[in-house]
């Protein structure tokens, strides 16, 4: 049920995640993408031991290499095409590509390589589902990187994603000087509360992790969450977004045709931006949850969504249920909570100035949010 922590003691996580979390705080600080490079460029190195990492850039239809950390040069400052660099076939085919040896492999521009020190290596791309970057790890002999290893460069290009995006929207508001300082002081704001919630992801996420696989996959996981929830607005020109929309974001993961597996009934409502990704969040949430345990765990499993205003009421007021129907039966409540089911009963009804109870039913788990309507969340016009 849930993530539940089965201990809470950080220091007894290896040295790898907690170089993790560390990077994860250095991001925070970034402004830049020279600033999110030189943080990345870095930590990768120090996690899996190469000889050499690049940081790269994609620029429309070539692969730019922007910085390096290596012991002989590479191509930093060089450009070149999508389809002629192991860069560019991991962000056109989305996947990350381990090397041990480059001489063995067609997709390699081997011309480009001879002159460096470079037997093996790893590229990872950075968001993976529409990538705007890559990691590249590089070995002066042949090697083979542990699984373990190329999953820390995996999700250190997740993290690196949402710093990236928010340095380029940093540099471009720069450069725009007719924006002025307000729209300056927004970003600013928004870039930390941004990274602020990726920092307490990781740490939360890591209190709860069994082993560094489970660290990786859960906290990949949620860092997808909230980039798609951070697409949503980024195409709303960070404005105000549709319930409905948001929940089409959140549970498409979940069911190839949302219909097909979700109940959803309720008046049109919309969010503030922030809110709008404490709204995600904690759907991803719930739903992950029923994919584990609950109703999306069995074929004939639904979850039944409702919401209604009391527009009588001073000031109006929102109930919001979730409610698993057809999955496997509950026995008794879980003893332990998790960063999952803390973020579902306290994070939005915090935000909201509401309440919320998550409640272990014997035909499932059910959520009710009740929460006055404010500027954070409204009847849509």
């Given at each position: ?26 991001l ?48 930093k ?19 990350t ?13 081997h011309?480009a ?163 709008s ?44 249920t979730?409610r ?13 909570k ?6 579902i009963q ?6 909201l ?29």
């Amino acid at each position: 049920m849930l993530d539940y922590a089965p201990r809470d003691d950080v220091q007894q996580a290896d040295n790898g995640l907690l170089t993790l979390i560390e990077t994860i705080e250095a991001l925070s600080a970034t402004r830049t993408i020279s600033e999110v490079a030189d943080v990345v460029r870095k930590a990768a190195r120090r996690i899996s031991g190469a000889d050499g990492v690049a940081f790269v850039l994609r620029d429309n239809e070539q692969c730019w290499y922007f910085d390096e950390d290596a012991i002989g040069p590479l191509w930093k400052g060089k450009r070149f095409p999508l389809t002629a660099c192991i860069s560019g076939w991991a962000m056109l085919n989305r996947q990350t590509v381990v090397i041990p040896d480059i001489y063995l492999d067609d997709r390699i521009p081997h011309d480009a390589y001879r002159p460096t020190f470079v037997k093996s290596l790893v590229m990872t791309p950075v968001r993976m589902e529409d990538p705007v970057a890559a990691i590249g790890a590089y070995w002066a002999k042949e090697h083979t990187p542990s699984p373990e290893v190329v999953q820390k460069l995996q999700v250190i290009a997740r993290a690196t994603a949402s710093a990236l995006e928010s340095g380029r929207l940093h540099d471009s508001l720069v450069d725009a000087r007719h924006h002025g300082t307000f729209l300056l002081q927004e970003l600013d704001h928004r870039v930390k509360n941004t990274l602020a919630i990726v920092q307490s992801i990781s740490r939360q996420t890591l209190r709860a992790a069994t082993s560094p696989e489970a660290f990786a996959e859960t906290f990949e996981n949620r860092i997808l969450a909230l980039s798609k929830a951070h697409e949503l607005l980024t195409r709303r020109a960070w404005g105000r977004a549709q319930l409905e929309e948001i929940l089409d974001k959140a549970l498409a993961p979940f069911s190839a045709n949302v219909s097909d597996r979700f109940d959803i009934i309720g008046p049109a409502l919309t969010f503030s931006a922030e809110t709008s990704v404490s709204v995600h969040m904690t759907l991803h949430e719930l739903a992950v949850n029923a994919a584990k345990h609950g109703a999306l765990s069995t074929p004939e499993g639904r979850v039944v969504i409702r919401w209604s205003v009391e527009e009588e009421a001073a000031p109006p007021m929102l109930t919001l249920t979730w409610r698993e129907v057809g999955g496997p039966p509950i026995v008794g409540t879980p003893e332990r909570k998790g960063f999952g089911s803390q973020m579902i009963q306290r994070g939005l009804a915090r935000d909201l100035g509401g309440k919320a109870t998550l409640e272990f039913t014997p035909d499932g788990v059910v959520y009710t949010l009740r929460a006055p309507l404010s500027q954070r969340m409204s009847l849509a016009a």
